[in-house]
């Protein structure tokens, strides 16, 4: 009986872990709330103000190649589904100018 309720907890325990992690890898938030990785686009704490071209290009060729790419699509989907609730149009449009480039 012992040896049968463990296997049964063992097996609850990883259906309902799972369940936990599945949940966890799609937060709903997208690459481009990650405050780290957008700050060094900004020039204030707020992220309200965008860098010098000079700058935001640096700060994107900074980035790593995954970075980036997750960054572009985020902003290709926001083009895509236009609406109000587009939090970052001012950044899109930098990404767009320098076509995702990587150099």
């Not at 609850?12 to 709903?28: C, K, Q, R, T």
């Not at 700050?39 to 309200?48: K, V």
């Amino acid at each position: 009986m012992s040896y049968k309720m463990i296997c049964l907890g063992a097996m609850a325990l990883s259906m309902v872990s799972g369940v936990s992690l599945a949940a966890g890898a799609d937060s709903g938030t997208s690459a481009l709330d990650d405050p780290a990785k957008m700050g060094p686009f900004y020039t204030d704490s707020s992220m309200t103000t965008l860098r010098s071209d000079d700058e935001f290009t640096a700060a994107w060729k900074a980035l790593t190649d995954e970075d980036r790419m997750a960054m572009t699509k985020v902003c290709d989907d926001e083009a895509a589904n236009a609406n109000a609730a587009n939090t970052h149009p001012e950044f899109c449009s930098n990404v767009k100018k320098l076509g995702g480039e990587s150099d």
